[in-house]
């Protein structure tokens, strides 16, 4: 029912003259999630949440908020609130009037309002900083101010476009925290914006992958990493090996590919023909090196490169021209492998991941020459 | 956020300033021009459409002649202007730590000091029994005042460059301000010393800002007419004078929106070359 | 060889200063002498024979001169009500419609500002006697608004521009509409810059004299009076309203400075910090 979804897209498309920002985008987010939309600058997140905003209009499509279709209602008549990604409090307003500017708005008299203010302050932990200036506090604080405005009017959803980016490291996974938290508290609906991928794998009940305006995999967490459904999303998220390979023999629940001569084992279903070109993907920390355990791929390997990241150790292996990274906790490292030694590469069957050759151009790499 | 031509609805916020625009500013440019076409012979204005007032301007050598010796002085104006102001926005810019905004803002205070007031300064400081003969003539060093300081070409210089020094001060120094200071650095580190740096690095960053100044002071000395009939007398007649003196004593309309209109097409290219060449930062014309 | 840079370099330095100092003083002496000769009772400075009040009293019982001060600031409050609205008005259009030729349109509104007060002068005087428009306060005072309108607008804008789109996203997002949104956001947000104009625009036509002279009947401000009072000669009246224009000039800077200065501090806290 779509009454039950607190957002609905249905072919939300926009277009910025000839340029197509989103393109066909469909989703039902339930009440009470927490949703992400996930991808690289220009992909077309901000669009849509601005979409679900208010403050752009879908070319075509709609947007159902609560049921209701709310395509062409303006931005301050819409039940949704966002948090911008600097914040934009009122310079001239103190916090507590900042706060209390939604409210006043809806025509609610400012004491009447005080003790939602105070309470959506007690939330977010700043408590006495009223009379301050938005100029007089933090970076973090004013983030937590402008997390209290928009909640202060208790919206249908609360939109939030990448909230953290402008803090450090740790204050910003102290955040993650601290937001998480309160949308479990309150329960509302979260739609939530970034390029960082931790962040949305952490975060969310549910992610939209987004590449040029288009949803690549909108599923769970464990969905995407596990079962990316484009070499695209396969190269977003977390550390993935790309090699090519050739489909030998495909019986629909198994698929056999020639990688480098060697044989190579995938457990899932594969859409190609034999013959075809394929994109092979393992994750590097599915990787072993020199595992006595039993396991489908073995494939021996020349080691050209070890990286010692503190953590784990990153190991470069070849296998003819192909490249593979094996990713090994440095207490499972053997200290006495060196750079020229034959290693043997070992993984399950299941973490085989092939994609068409095709789908190779989208993805994410990091090299001098993609710089 | 894109660029693109927003809906026709959003336009009535241009009403106000296209009405203003319409009214102040190209209505009159046209009637202006309109009436560049008609003749008057006495008092009265003989609407039929001609050619004879640009003709005259082209063919009387009177004018040419003017016009030409307008445009050199206010070269040469302008080239003083800028000896004048660039050291010392150098100065102010690189030079100075401490009381650099106090320093600022006392380059800038002429340019709020009366425009009258400068002229009737110079006007004591120049004449007959003005500061400098007055000086001289207490040290005993001439018995008569001279005459060479007012009433001529020279004093129309020197008070115009007055005029001008802040006009200029203030976009070669936005100009300098935004060379970023690393850059000095940089420099140093590879080797040049304080003259290589200002020819290498900063004169061409700051050209922009020097263009801007240079046309800034060039368009105020050629437009002026107070000064060159205050100060000019009869050897210092600007083109100013000519177009002003055709709404006042000669008296002849449609002359003086000949000239007037010339004056507008030299002033308005002049300007377009600001902002192909000049900085547009902080400038009014552009983005 | 490092020593050796540093001494050249500090000799430059020390050239240079006293370049500066000498613009400086070519800058002030001018004023200086006016400010002298307000108070001397003699016509030369040589012989400082004591100081005066005496032109000062002459100033005040000057009917026509009184009158032209009063002229003035009416004109000058006059024009910076009507520029304050259409450059304003103006303001918003630039920086939030876009259209093709939206550069020239900006060059077309500040050409009044950046042209010869002469050109201006003749334009405005044609188009008003082809209306059949006496000379009159009223032409004196469209002059005005013609050269402080570009000001108001140029600033405001700026200001607009400096304050970036997000305020305004943030106020609708959160229920204001179009109206609210000026008057209890962006309103407040560019109000120093309009004080910041208005004063500037101010001070730039109580000066005013090129657009003046050419506008004005019996009618005349301040500076046309003066212009007239040197038309027969340095009278030492002269000095000394010099002077009490030299005083307002700078009294009106110092304001404005205090709110150009204030407003950027205020608005240069948008960048959350770490």
């Given at each position: ?200 794998m952490t975060m969310s009940d549910r992610i939209a992958v987004m590449k040029d ?159 | ?86 050291p010392l926005a150098y100065m102010v810019s690189f030079k100075v730590r401490r ?139 600007m083109f100013g004078n000519l177009v002003w003196s055709q709404f006042g004593f ?38 | ?274």
């Open positions: 029912m779509k009454a039950d979804n607190a957002i609905d897209l249905v072919n939300v498309t926009k277009k910025f003259d000839e340029v197509t920002a989103v393109s066909e985008f469909t989703v039902a987010i339930k009440k009470g999630e927490f949703f992400s939309l996930l991808g690289p600058s220009g992909c077309g997140k901000t669009t849509t949440l601005r979409m679900i905003a208010g403050l752009e209009v879908p070319t075509e499509g709609q947007i159902l908020l609560e049921g209701g279709d709310v395509s062409s209602t303006p931005a301050y008549r819409r039940n949704v609130n966002t948090v911008f990604q600097d914040y934009a409090l009122f310079p001239h307003m103190t916090v507590r009037k900042n706060i209390y500017f939604p409210l006043k708005m809806k025509k609610i008299s400012l004491s009447a309002a005080q003790p939602r203010v105070k309470r959506v302050l007690r939330l977010v932990n700043m408590e006495g900083f009223g009379n301050r200036l938005p100029q007089q506090l933090s970076g973090g604080q004013r983030q937590r101010i402008a997390l209290a405005r928009s909640l202060v009017a208790e919206p249908a959803a609360l939109l939030l476009d990448e909230p953290l980016g402008a803090l450090d490291f740790k204050l910003r996974v102290a955040m993650q925290k601290v937001l998480k938290d309160i949308q479990r508290n309150i329960g509302i609906t979260f739609i939530y914006v970034t390029h960082d991928q931790s962040e949305a305006g288009l949803a690549h995999q909108i599923a769970t967490p464990d969905e995407i990493y596990n079962n990316p459904s484009t070499a695209f999303v396969a190269s977003f998220i977390g550390d993935m090996n790309f090699v090519h390979g050739t489909v030998l023999d495909n019986d629909g629940k198994t698929c056999v590919l020639d990688v480098e001569g060697k044989k190579v084992t995938a457990k899932r279903a594969v859409d190609l023909n034999n013959g075809a070109a394929a994109l092979v993907c393992i994750r590097t920390e599915r990787v072993q090196v020199n595992s006595p355990r039993s396991v489908e791929n073995r494939i021996s390997a020349e080691l050209s490169r070890i990286v010692y990241r503190g953590t784990d150790y990153e190991a470069t292996c070849r296998i003819g021209r192909a490249e593979l990274r094996a990713v090994v906790q440095a207490v499972a490292w053997d200290a006495a492998l060196r750079v020229g030694d034959t290693v043997e590469l070992a993984w399950n069957a299941e973490d085989v991941i092939v994609f068409p050759r095709e789908e190779e151009k989208d993805v994410i790499k990091y090299s001098v020459e993609a710089v | 956020m894109k660029r693109r031509i927003s809906r026709p609805g959003e336009f009535i916020k241009g009403i106000p300033i296209a009405v203003w625009l319409l009214a102040l500013v190209a209505i009159p440019l046209l009637f202006t021009f309109i009436m560049s076409f008609y003749s008057s012979s006495g008092l009265v204005i003989d609407r039929t459409l001609t050619l004879k007032n640009y003709k005259l301007f082209f063919t009387d050598s009177l004018y040419a002649r003017i016009l030409f010796k307008s445009i050199r002085l206010a070269l040469a104006i302008s080239v003083l202007s800028i000896a004048a102001a660039f009381g650099r905004n106090l320093l600022f803002m006392l380059c800038i205070i002429p340019l709020w000091v009366s425009y009258l007031v400068r002229i009737i300064a110079w006007r004591t400081i120049l004449g007959n029994r003005g500061v400098i003969n007055s000086a001289l003539m207490a040290m005993g060093l001439i018995k008569e005042p001279l005459t060479f300081f007012l009433y001529n070409q020279f004093a129309i210089a020197i008070t115009l460059t007055y005029i001008c020094i802040p006009f200029v001060f203030i976009p070669v120094y936005t100009a300098l301000e935004k060379i970023p200071r690393n850059l000095l650095d940089a420099a140093n580190d590879l080797g040049a010393n304080e003259l290589r740096t200002l020819f290498n690095v900063i004169l061409p960053l700051g050209l922009p800002g020097l263009i801007t100044g240079f046309i800034f002071s060039f368009i105020i000395a050629l437009g002026d007419y107070i000064i060159p009939l205050q100060l000019g007398g009869t050897q210092g007649i000669a008296f002849n309309w449609p002359l003086g929106a000949a000239l007037g209109f010339i004056l507008f097409i030299i002033a308005v290219t002049i300007l377009g070359l600001t902002s192909k060449f000049g900085s547009t930062e902080g400038g009014f014309l552009g983005e | 060889m490092s020593s050796k840079r540093r001494a050249s370099a500090r000799g430059r330095g020390t050239g240079l200063k006293i370049y500066g100092t000498l613009v400086f003083i070519f800058l002030y002496f001018p004023m200086v002498i006016v400010l002298l000769f307000s108070f001397s009772p003699t016509r030369t400075i040589v012989g400082l024979s004591g100081l005066t009040l005496k032109w000062y009293q002459e100033l005040f019982q000057d009917p026509g001169l009184l009158a032209a001060f009063w002229h003035t600031v009416m004109v000058g409050l006059c024009a910076v009500a009507i520029a304050t609205v259409f450059g304003t008005a103006g303001a918003f259009f630039v920086t939030r419609v876009e259209f093709p030729g939206k550069g020239v349109f900006r060059a077309l509104v500040m050409l009044p500002f950046l042209l010869p007060g002469i050109i201006m002068g003749l334009t405005l005087l044609i188009f008003f006697r082809n209306l059949n428009v006496r000379l009159s306060m009223f032409t004196i005072l469209m002059g005005h608004v013609s050269f402080t309108t570009p000001l108001v607008m140029f600033q405001v804008s700026s200001r607009l521009l400096r304050m970036g789109p997000t305020y305004r996203w943030a106020a609708m997002d959160l229920g204001a509409n179009p109206v609210q949104t000026f008057w209890h956001v962006t309103l407040p947000m560019i109000r120093t810059a309009l004080i910041g104009a208005g004063l500037l625009a101010f001070t730039v036509s109580f000066d005013e004299i090129v657009i003046s002279y050419f506008l004005t009947g019996t009618w005349m401000t301040l500076p046309v009076y003066i212009y007239g009072m040197m038309r027969f000669g340095l009278s030492p009246k002269v000095y000394a309203i010099s002077t009490i224009i030299l005083i307002l000039s700078l009294v009106l800077i110092t304001f404005m400075a205090r709110y150009t200065g204030r407003s950027a501090e205020t608005y240069r806290a948008r960048k959350p910090d770490g």
